[in-house]
């Protein structure tokens, strides 16, 4: 299947798969299922309609938030699973598809570069990182969380979920992690974990993870890796020097978040947890004689805090895996690297154009940001806030992010006093769909055309 499989063949790959799984059955009586009548078709139609009330997040004129369609593989698997329905959190409630995780997680861990783990998916990178920290929490009682201010907000409200301080590192003018204000921090706070982004899901900033691992040999702390976003790329071929180095140091992390529904092809939600020690296992210890009585094998409740968990999407990851496997010289780490040369590419044509000014640095990952020339931030925050406008009435839909002025060159702005404080509206691309690169010369003549108005 490809990514330009029309919706009829989809449906009819479906209702073939549908007709095999059907016939594992049939040694059962038959039994009355639910008919979808008329008035079914018609509510089904409603809803049609009511979802023309959103963005085209499928169309490679879509260039804004992280929204990516999932394979038509992985779709297909969905929806044949679903008349199933599994709970992956125990065997007796999705014996197949849990063994289909096992070996779907067994693929990210080999990614990753962990030989031994302990791992799972999740219903979102948001409940997977809980339950790292909630991990760490286990370990080292007591001890706070520690990530940069452009980490994603989910580690704040997890530190007050689980009761940790929570230290805020500042980004240097890349939107990594400022090293020497890290090392302060370990000086005067006592950090537990260090959460390391790879990357950020505002700019895209890869952390330095290697240079991260040297400070834990001294300070003792626990390294986490929120790479939600990110993480596949540690397929891509193209990566600059410095994310080259973080991303081949993630063997060494204690533990690392990824979500397959974001570069993973998946629908929402599917996120996965992996912890390089497989003895965590023992801090999830707990006793359900109704749950856990029809195997002695693993049941994944026994070593995750979430319970119930969608089995279609273990089943879903699982097909797409086997289809475009995550090998370096493969289609599926070729397209990653085709939305990094994408994003590199339009960072170079905006480079060239006077209506726009660029950050101090190109894109590690896929993701480009950009503001409009002007004397001030405000006057540039107001240009791109219309440029944004008029681009979407022309059918190319970018998003919106308000960042430090410092992530630009020196000199970009007229010098106030308030300079190094103040911020500035963006415009934020994230190229991620393997099209991208090729409808580049698309995105661009609408940008153009809404600057020029």
Not at 7 to 27: E, V, Y
Request: aromatic share 10%; hydrophobic share 40%; charged share 15%.
């Amino acid at each position: 299947m490809s990514e330009s499989t029309s919706p009829d063949d989809l449906f009819r790959r479906i209702a073939t798969a549908q007709h095999q799984l059907d016939a594992g059955f049939s040694h059962l009586p038959p039994h009355a299922e639910p008919v979808l009548d008329e008035a079914a078709a018609a509510i089904l139609q409603q809803a049609a309609e009511r979802l023309h009330d959103n963005y085209p997040y499928a169309h490679p004129l879509y260039a804004g938030q992280m929204l990516k369609p999932p394979h038509p593989i992985a779709r297909a698997a969905y929806a044949l699973t679903m008349s199933v329905n599994p709970n992956n959190h125990a065997l007796d409630g999705g014996r197949a598809s849990s063994a289909m995780e096992l070996e779907a997680v067994a693929e990210l861990a080999k990614m990753f570069g962990f030989p031994q783990y302990l791992g799972h998916l999740s219903s979102s990178g948001t409940f997977a990182n809980l339950e790292a920290l909630w991990v760490a929490k286990q370990l080292q009682p007591g001890r706070g969380i520690a990530a940069s201010d452009q980490a994603h907000y989910t580690h704040t409200r997890i530190g007050g979920v689980l009761g940790l301080p929570f230290v805020e590192i500042p980004s240097d003018a890349t939107g990594r992690m400022d090293l020497d204000a890290l090392k302060q921090a370990l000086e005067k706070h006592d950090i537990g974990t260090v959460v390391a982004t790879l990357g950020t899901t505002a700019v895209g900033a890869v952390d330095p993870l290697d240079q991260i691992l040297k400070l834990q040999q001294k300070y003792k702390f626990r390294i986490h890796v929120d790479s939600a976003y990110g993480g596949y790329f540690t397929l891509a071929q193209n990566l600059a020097p410095a994310a080259r180095a973080a991303y081949d140091s993630i063997p060494q992390a204690d533990s690392i978040v990824v979500d397959p529904h974001k570069h993973g092809l998946q629908p929402y939600g599917c996120g996965a947890v992996l912890f390089r020690d497989p003895s965590v296992g023992q801090l999830y210890k707990h006793d359900s004689p109704f749950t856990y009585f029809s195997s002695k094998e693993l049941h994944f409740g026994e070593i995750s805090l979430e319970c119930s968990r969608a089995g279609a999407s273990a089943v879903a990851l699982w097909a797409t895996q086997r289809l475009l496997p995550y090998t370096r010289d493969g289609q599926f780490a070729r397209d990653l690297s085709s939305s990094h040369e994408a994003a590199l590419e339009f960072n170079r044509r905006l480079a060239a154009n006077p209506a726009f000014v660029i950050p101090n640095v190109s894109p590690a990952l896929d993701i480009v940001f950009w503001t409009a020339a002007a004397s001030t931030p405000a006057e540039s925050s107001a240009f791109a806030q219309s440029i944004f406008d008029k681009a979407a009435e022309n059918n190319l839909y970018l998003a919106l992010a308000t960042l430090p002025a410092r992530y630009f060159p020196p000199g970009t702005w007229k010098a106030t006093p308030e300079a190094h404080q103040e911020t500035v509206l963006c415009l934020r691309s994230v190229l991620m769909k393997p099209e991208h690169l090729h409808w580049l010369d698309q995105i661009w003549s609408r940008l153009i055309k809404a600057a020029a108005a």
